[in-house]
C-alpha cells in the first residue's frame, strides 16, 4: 500500500509540476512575444530547454521544500497529508490559469502542504515559512518593482542621444538573452520546489533518508515535467502579462526580465528561499511601466492580481484540508 501511495504522490507531484509550467510559461516570455522580440513557440521552446538546464544548477531550494516547511510523520498517514497539499496547490494554478491571473504556483505549493498539515495536527515549520517564504515573498516583488525601475531609468539615461528605431531593435535581440535568462530561473526556482516534494514523499515512505542527496531520476523527472509544461503554454495568463499591465517595449520588456532574473538567481542560490517568479516579474513589469508616468500601469488589472496573490495560500491550504480529509477517509 505505502509503495502505491509513494508512486501516486510521485506522480500527482509531476502533474503539478507541469501545470507549474504552463501556469508560469508567461513569467519567461510574455515580455518577449508581446514586443515580437520572439515568436510565440520559438519563445516556447527557449523556455522549455533554459527551464530543464535551469532545473540542474542547485537543490537549495528542493532542501528547503522537501526540509523546511513541514514534518509529516512516515508511512501512508505522511504520504496523505503530502498528496493532499499537492491536489490543493494543483487546484488553485487551475482556477488562477482560468481567470489569467499570474498567481504564484510557489505559494501554492507551500499553501497546500500548510493547509494538509494544520489538518492533520502535525508540525509545521513557523519558522522556516516566515524565514523562507513569508518574508521573501513580501521583499521580492519590492525589489523587482525597484530594480527594474533603476535599470529601465538607467537605459533611458544612456540611451537618450540615440535612434529610438535603432534602439528598439537593438533590445529586441537583447530580449533573447534576458528571457533566457529569465525561464532559467524559473527552471532553477520552481523545478526544485518539485524535487523537494518528490524527495518529501520518498523519506516519509521510507524510500530515503533527509541526509541523502536528492536522486537523479528525481531532478531528471522534475526537470522534464516542468519542461514540458512550459511548452505547452499558458495563452490565457501571457496576455494578462504582456499586454493588459501595461504596453511593452523591448526595452521595458528588457529591464523588466533582466530585473527579475537578477532577484530569482539571488534568492535560490543566495539564501535558498523558495520565492515566486510569477510575483517577480509581475512587479518587475509594473516597475518599467512606473517610469514611463504613473497612469501608463493599469493599476486595476494590478489589484486583481495582488487579490490573488494574497489569497493563494489560504485558499490552496483551505482545499488540500478538504482533499486531506478525502483522502484521510478513502486510504486510511
Not at 529586441?172 to 520546489?193: N, P
Not at 501571457?238 to 526580465?257: H, K, S
Not at 527579475?260 to 523558495?274: D, Q, R, S, W
Request: hydrophobic residues 55%; glycine residues 12%; contains cysteine.
Amino acid at each position: 500500500m505505502e509503495l502505491a501511495l509513494v508512486i501516486g504522490v510521485v506522480v500527482i507531484a509531476l502533474v503539478f509540476d507541469y501545470t507549474n509550467g504552463f501556469h508560469d510559461a508567461a513569467n519567461a516570455i510574455a515580455t518577449s512575444v508581446s514586443t515580437r522580440a520572439l515568436t510565440p513557440r520559438v519563445a516556447l521552446l527557449m523556455a522549455a530547454v533554459m527551464n530543464f538546464i535551469g532545473a540542474h544548477l542547485g537543490t537549495q531550494v528542493a532542501s528547503t521544500v522537501g526540509k523546511g516547511i513541514i514534518d509529516p510523520p512516515e508511512g501512508a498517514h505522511g504520504l496523505v497529508i503530502v498528496g493532499a497539499g499537492l491536489i490543493g496547490a494543483i487546484t488553485w494554478n487551475l482556477i488562477t490559469w482560468y481567470f489569467g491571473l499570474p498567481s504564484s504556483s510557489s505559494h501554492a505549493l507551500i499553501g497546500g502542504l500548510v493547509g494538509s498539515a494544520l489538518v492533520a495536527s502535525v508540525g509545521v515549520h513557523w519558522d522556516g515559512v516566515l524565514d523562507k517564504v513569508v518574508i521573501p515573498m513580501i521583499l521580492s516583488p519590492l525589489v523587482g518593482f525597484t530594480l527594474a525601475g533603476i535599470i529601465m531609468i538607467a537605459i533611458l539615461w544612456i540611451f537618450r542621444k540615440s535612434n529610438p528605431h535603432k534602439t528598439g531593435k537593438g533590445f529586441r535581440y537583447a530580449q533573447t538573452v534576458s528571457a533566457a535568462a529569465m525561464a532559467l530561473g524559473h527552471g532553477l526556482q520552481d523545478a526544485q520546489k518539485t524535487m523537494g516534494v518528490i524527495f518529501l514523499a520518498l523519506v516519509v515512505g521510507g524510500y530515503a533518508t533527509n541526509g541523502e542527496e536528492i536522486p537523479q531520476w528525481v531532478i531528471l523527472s522534475a526537470a522534464g515535467a516542468i519542461s514540458l509544461g512550459t511548452y505547452a503554454g499558458g495563452w490565457r495568463i501571457m496576455r494578462t502579462l504582456g499586454r493588459r499591465i501595461i504596453a511593452l517595449d523591448p526595452p521595458r520588456g528588457f529591464a523588466a526580465e533582466s530585473a527579475a532574473a537578477t532577484v530569482l538567481y539571488t534568492a535560490a542560490i543566495g539564501f535558498g528561499a523558495p520565492i515566486s517568479t510569477t510575483h517577480t516579474i509581475t512587479s518587475a513589469i509594473m516597475g518599467v511601466g512606473a517610469t514611463k508616468r504613473r497612469s501608463a500601469v493599469r493599476w486595476g488589472v494590478a489589484g486583481n492580481i495582488v487579490t490573488a496573490w494574497i489569497l493563494t495560500i489560504p485558499a490552496s491550504g483551505l482545499v488540500a484540508a478538504l482533499c486531506y480529509f478525502a483522502l484521510h477517509w478513502a486510504v486510511e
